[in-house]
């Protein structure tokens, strides 16, 4: 990157969980950071600790599977802080059933959310990206894309996030463009807590549970995944495109 580039990051879900711990350490890396998200309080609360901090950030409200809106948060984002660079595809949901009891309602909405809206943001940002022949994408797999009971849409999203990745290497690579694939095992968080309580579980007994099964011992945090987000943004990654990384406390989940 040459110093006149921008250094202006996009995160989407970055209301709470992964995508507010990642916005919050680019912001720390030195990156004008925006925050997308469903959750309007969220982003907004966000990017005002970040702004208090000395940084600079804007919080959007937006559906990352709704192209309009995709549209046009990436075009206010480019006006309020420059061309984005980096892109971390980190918005999502999980609706989970066995496949009998899977609605066509669930299938779409986690499909929409994690495929269609990382493929959105990844087309408006990339326009960017290219313009400033430098980029770098994050997208957000999971130990679940090698399949989960229970998953059945999300594991087959977040497969097909690995073959995006990895697409997205091949086509943009000739304009100095990364792309990444992260796949994190159990991270604590909303979503995790929302499994437990469908299971009928306690948070701490199913963390605990969790933690018994994981090499390291432990269940990850945002901060696990947001080092790991921090380096493959990094000008010194460069060099590593189209991979996905198990960040699961041991080879799988
Ligand atoms: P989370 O706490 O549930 O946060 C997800 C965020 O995405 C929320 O802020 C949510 O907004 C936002 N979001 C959902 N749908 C959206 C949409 N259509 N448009 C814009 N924003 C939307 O989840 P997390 O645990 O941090 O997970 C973050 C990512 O990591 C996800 O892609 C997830 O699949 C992946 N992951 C998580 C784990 C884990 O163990 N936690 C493991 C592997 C992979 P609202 O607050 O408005 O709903």
């Given amino acids: 990157m040459t110093d006149s580039a921008s250094r202006v990051a996009v995160v989407t879900g970055a209301g709470r969980g992964i995508g507010a711990a990642v916005t919050a350490r680019l912001a720390d890396d030195g990156f004008a950071v925006a925050l997308l998200d469903l959750d309007e309080a969220g982003v907004k609360k966000g990017a005002e600790a970040i702004v208090a901090k000395g940084g600079k950030a804007v ?30 595809n980190n918005a999502g949901i999980t609706r989970d059933n066995l496949i009998f009891k899977m609605t066509e309602q669930d299938w779409d909405s986690v499909l929409g959310v994690h495929l269609k809206g990382s493929f959105l943001m990844t087309r408006a940002v990339q326009k960017h990206m290219t313009e400033q022949k430098y980029g770098r994408i994050v997208n957000l797999s999971s130990t679940s894309a090698l399949g989960n009971r229970g998953q059945v849409n999300y594991s087959a999203a977040k497969a097909g996030m690995q073959g995006f990745t990895k697409t997205l290497a091949i086509e943009l690579g000739k304009f100095n463009v990364t792309a990444n694939a992260i796949a994190p ?16 579980m306690g948070f701490e007994d199913f963390k605990a549970a969790a933690a018994s ?21 990094s000008e010194g990654a460069g060099f590593i495109s189209g991979q996905v990384i198990y960040a699961a406390g041991g080879p799988k989940d």
Wanted: charged share 20%; no cysteine; aromatic share 2%.
């Fill in 213 to 233: 099964q994981i090499p390291v011992q432990r269940v990850g945090t945002p901060d696990d995944i947001a080092n790991l987000a921090s380096f493959l943004v």
């Fill in 59 to 88: 919080g959007v409200a937006l559906d990352v599977s709704d192209a309009e809106q995709v549209e046009a948060a990436v075009g206010r984002v480019a006006d309020e802080l420059g061309p984005p660079v980096v892109l971390v």
């Fill in 185 to 200: 095992g159990f991270i604590a968080t909303d979503m995790t807590a929302a499994t437990a309580e469908r299971l009928g």
